[in-house]
């Protein structure tokens, strides 16, 4: 750790959706807070879940696997809210587990492969292996913008 | 000796400046906001030397002067004129309301305090 | 940020602060001014703002904003001399010039890149300004100018008076051998120096500081004891200096009393060469320390007061007497204009932050209030138990609390209308239109937040009205209208909301133009039959714009149908009149604060949710026979004489499919903007409380029909509706009914 330090070193923050590894900036990560009921917001798209408590403000959450495209599941109690913030909005994501932190450096990472991404944007900024294990590095800004209701 | 000095400044920059430059060098600072004020605080107080603005609402320094040279305990006390105007006139009429000395914004505090020392040790 | 261990850090910060104050000022001695005032304190408060702007840049080495502030104050000082009179051009040169400094302000607080280009414009105007009226003010300015260079740290005590004498700092000492020289002074106060507060002994002792020094002190002139007046000067002192100094460091000692002395300094050549000069110096009694020099007592009394002939070295100046008389007078007339001293308001300063948290906290307490009481009150204690009497006393004061809190949040709508004052002199001259503002009701009190936020929407009104509310000169000349045209930005308290209102005397609202422009544009059918109402409020339309060629001043995508948006999640409502050829107005009705609102609490598909309790008319059950149905899935229930449309809360929020039967539903009459009234199915009233308003982020994901969210007493969020947005979109819905008294509404 201290040898890498001269260069400039990233913590990540890893967890589960849908089988699958990815992770954040542990930057941008402000907490982490189990699942609680949210309040629905009318005709929001299926990924948002609603606000929710957060000691005194209003949290919106958004399902990250819905968000990403992945399948609907049920929620269970391991399910965790990780509390993120980008350009001063906090968000709430939904996702199945948290698994870990992790410590590399700029060059532990590559960039994805070209690929049209299937919800459009690249919300994949990099990849990474952590013991054989692929990670995708996310790239927030991409998750956080803005949407559309479904209403007409 | 800690002199104790009464700065008059309608701006709390000013009077902030003013503080930060003497506190430090040992000095006792009171402050108010204009003229009107100044009087008020000056009868609390027995300042070694006083420094005013010319420029403020209410009561401008040359009237300030002018009422603090009225009160007989303080005939002889020192005051500073402090303005960014160093037009002679204005030092003129400082002079005649009865300023002792002067000293131009902006100021450092080494400045601040020669001309403190120049009037009241 | 500021670091709290750098006291000038914070000085800074509070200069900027402080600059803001006089900006305002400065906008509103302007204004005054253009509204025809001529008293000199108006004159000099506006002169007293840039005076204090451009004193406190120069402490943090400010350079362009003390340049600019400099030459600002130079011509508002011809003003103040009443050398020249502010109107017409010079006026409007000010007004431009207070928008600059402004900038510069800004710019100089963020660090950000200097607008140089505006500067060297407006500085270039003020100068012309000055060369028309000023005479040789700009000529002297330039001098002047090097006072104000920021660099001072040096002891700079030639104050301007004598720029021939620059003294070398003192913190430079000449590299290699000493050459130190013999001062001969002699120092006669005259009795004036001790009117002005000065003593002698400061500047002996200053001297005594240079290097070494020989005081004599001279006392023949003294008079007898019962002759001696305490006012006048009898002694004097000749001083032997040997100091590796100039005259002119010399001479700074005795700066402030020049003219109220003899003040004799003659140079020897180097110490080495001769100390024999010093003979012809008197000497009565010469010591070698100048306290000793001070303790001497009167010995020779000396009746007549030596006749001293004017020979003060390096005195050039006219006798400062000559302009006491009129100096005097000045100060007195001054003195006599200012209006009653107004007493001064005692305010503290705190930081937005803490008060921010203070609003969350009392809310937070609000809430837990509200937690204890429905725990207390299903505990089945007696209503009457010092449990429950103390909870209504904390009730009561949690109110109290919360109300207090919230009146540290208003503040006037003042600096809001000062900034829609620049907005309308920059749009018309963008335009060409000469335009007057005028305002009302700048100390109408709102939450910060609602007027921070009501800043862009009113921005956009301001330059819509100039650019598109406005005739052209020729055209109001011809429609026998004054060539000026006129702007009113008012704001009231009204009812418990706070009102404010855009309007023009322009040619008002060209419908046939806007339903042209909507029907080109596919915003509503050819054939459709609209009210003016109706046609006045397809402006708020998105995509919708009047401007044929997209001017640069209003065109830029942004929409009345943002205004709308951005007034509605304030809470607030916008409406349209507009009488052709006589004008438009936009009227503003927004809550007082965005803290707290009293609200109904209601149940809807195991939903709970929030309806602001103005809106509500009044609750009704109903009963099969009340509801019609106009067309299928389009219904009306009737109150009393009317029909009123029927909308189910549930399926109007996705949150379930539509009821089939109304029997026994619970219905709220709300209100409706305008004159409008719709009736919505609810499931069941569960309270009605005041509520503590939670924004919603919206930055990604804006809920329609929802204005807001609070927190219950169970922790759980309920929405806060906007009723108006929910009917809207019902209304433009398909299949919804459509209602001549829900006029106002369309799409």
């Known amino acids: 750790m201290t040898e890498k330090e001269s260069h400039t070193t990233l913590e990540l923050l890893t967890f589960r959706l849908a089988d699958q590894e990815y992770s954040l900036d542990i930057m941008s990560v402000r907490e982490i807070r189990g699942w609680t009921r949210t309040t629905p917001l009318p005709h929001a798209p299926s990924y948002m879940k609603g606000v929710i408590n957060l000691r005194g403000t209003v949290l919106p959450v958004m399902d990250l696997s819905q968000r990403l495209g992945l399948a609907p599941r049920e929620h269970t109690d391991r399910n965790v809210i990780i509390v993120v913030n980008h350009n001063d909005i906090m968000t709430g994501l939904l996702v199945d587990a948290v698994s870990d932190i992790i410590a590399l450096t700029a060059d532990d990472l590559q960039p994805p492969p070209e690929m049209q991404s299937q919800s459009g944007a690249n919300v994949v900024s990099s990849l990474t292996l952590i013991d054989e294990r692929m990670i995708r590095v996310l790239d927030l800004s991409s998750i956080i913008t803005e949407v559309q209701s479904t209403a007409a | 000796m800690t002199l104790e000095i009464l700065a008059v400044d309608d701006s709390r920059t000013m009077r902030d400046m003013i503080r930060l430059a003497l506190l430090p060098a040992g000095f006792n600072v009171h402050t108010a906001d204009d003229g009107v004020h100044g009087i008020e605080v000056l009868e609390g107080i027995e300042p070694d030397a006083i420094i005013t603005d010319i420029n403020m609402p209410r009561m401008d320094g040359f009237g300030f002067i002018d009422a603090v040279r009225g009160q007989d305990k303080h005939r002889a006390t020192p005051i500073l004129v402090l303005t960014t105007e160093a037009a002679p006139e204005l030092k003129a009429r400082a002079r005649t309301a009865g300023a002792t000395g002067w000293i131009v914004k902006p100021f450092d505090p080494t400045k601040l305090i020669k001309a403190l020392q120049m009037v009241a040790g | ?747």
């Open chain 3, 1 to 747: 940020m500021t670091d709290s261990n750098d006291p000038m850090a914070e000085i800074r910060a509070s200069f900027f602060i402080e600059c803001e104050e006089l900006l305002e000022a400065l906008q509103d001695g302007l204004q005054a001014l253009d509204e025809g005032a001529t008293d000199s304190e108006t004159i000099n408060v506006v002169f007293r703002a840039v005076h204090s702007i451009k004193g406190g840049a120069g402490a943090f080495g400010l350079e362009a904003l003390v340049r600019f502030a400099h030459r600002f104050e130079t011509a508002l000082d011809e003003v103040r001399a009443g050398r020249m009179s502010p109107d017409g051009n010079a006026l409007k040169l000010f007004f431009q010039c207070a928008d600059h400094l402004s900038d510069l302000v800004r710019v100089s607080r963020d660090a950000g890149p200097l607008p140089e280009d505006e500067t060297g414009k407006l500085l270039a105007q003020l100068d012309t300004l000055l060369g028309d009226e000023g005479g040789s003010a700009g000529e002297e300015e330039a001098e002047e100018d090097i006072d104000f260079q920021p660099a001072t740290l040096s002891f700079d005590l030639d104050l301007g008076g004598d720029e021939d004498t620059d003294l070398p700092p003192l913190d430079i000492e000449p590299i290699g051998e000493e050459s130190k020289s013999k001062f001969l002074i002699k120092f006669k106060p005259e009795s004036e120096l001790f009117e002005t507060g000065n003593e002698p002994f400061h500047m002996l002792r200053t001297l005594d500081s240079m290097g070494e020094c020989i005081f004599t002190c001279h006392t023949e002139n003294l008079p007898a004891l019962d002759e001696l007046s305490p006012e006048s000067s009898y002694l004097y002192w000749t001083v032997e200096l040997i100091a590796d100094v100039e005259i002119a460091e010399i001479t700074s000692a005795f700066e402030f009393v020049e003219g109220l002395c003899v003040l004799e300094i003659t140079q020897d050549a180097d110490v080495s060469q001769t100390s024999e000069t010093d003979a012809e110096v008197l000497s009565d009694t010469p010591v070698d320390s100048l306290s000793d020099s001070l303790d001497i007592e009167p010995e020779t009394p000396d009746p007549a007061p030596q006749q001293v002939v004017e020979t003060e070295a390096e005195e050039k100046k006219p006798a400062p007497e000559a302009a006491a008389p009129l100096a005097e007078k000045d100060v007195k007339t001054a003195q006599k204009a200012a209006p009653p001293a107004a007493p001064a308001k005692s305010v503290v300063r705190v930081d937005l932050d803490r008060i921010e948290r203070l609003v969350n906290l009392v809310g937070e307490l609000v809430i837990n209030q509200a937690m204890l009481s429905q725990s207390l009150e299903s505990s089945g204690l007696s209503p009457h138990s010092d449990a429950m009497n103390g909870l209504e006393e904390f009730q009561r004061l949690t109110r109290d609390i919360q109300d207090s809190v919230m009146m540290i949040r208003a503040q006037p709508v003042k600096s809001l209308f000062q900034r829609m004052s620049r907005i309308v002199r920059e749009a018309s001259a963008a335009v060409g239109k000469d335009v007057r503002l005028i305002t009302d009701g700048e100390g109408t009190e709102v939450d910060k937040t609602v007027i921070e936020r009501l800043a862009d929407p009113l921005t956009h009104m301001i330059r819509n009205a100039v650019d598109h509310g406005l005739e052209s000169s020729e055209d109001r000349i011809a429609a026998g209208k004054p060539a000026q045209g006129r702007v009113n930005l008012t704001a009231a308290h009204r009812s418990g909301r706070v009102v404010i209102e855009v309007s023009d005397d322009g040619g008002g609202i060209n419908r046939p133009k806007v339903l042209q422009i909507a029907t080109d544009k596919g915003l509503i059918a050819p054939d459709a039959n609209l009210s003016e109402t109706e046609i006045d409020n397809l402006l708020f339309l998105p995509g919708f714009s009047t401007a044929t060629v997209v001017s640069d001043l209003s065109g830029r995508g942004v929409g009345m149908d943002v205004v709308r948006t951005a007034i509605q999640a304030l809470g607030g409502r916008i409406t349209i009149s507009s009488t052709p050829g006589s004008g438009t107005t936009f009227s503003i009705s927004l809550p007082l604060t965005l803290a707290v609102l009293d609200g109904m609490v209601v149940q809807v598909a195991d939903e709970t949710l929030v309806l602001p309790l103005n809106v509500v008319i009044e609750t009704l059950t109903l009963s099969k026979n009340d509801v019609e149905m106009v067309r299928p899935g389009a219904h009306v229930v009737r109150v009393r004489s009317g029909f009123v449309p029927l909308f189910d809360l549930g399926k109007e929020l996705g949150y379930r499919a539509p009821i089939e039967d109304y029997e026994g539903s619970v219905v709220l009459l709300i209100a409706h903007e305008d004159e409008g009234r719709a009736a919505i199915i609810i499931d069941s009233i569960q309270d009605q409380r005041q509520v503590v308003i939670k924004g919603l982020d919206d930055s990604f994901y804006r809920a329609p029909g929802i204005a807001a969210a609070t927190i219950l007493g169970d922790g759980q969020i309920a929405l806060i509706l906007d009723t108006s947005d929910i009917i809207s979109n019902a209304i433009g819905s398909p299949g919804a009914p459509q209602s001549q008294n829900l006029a106002g509404l369309s799409a």
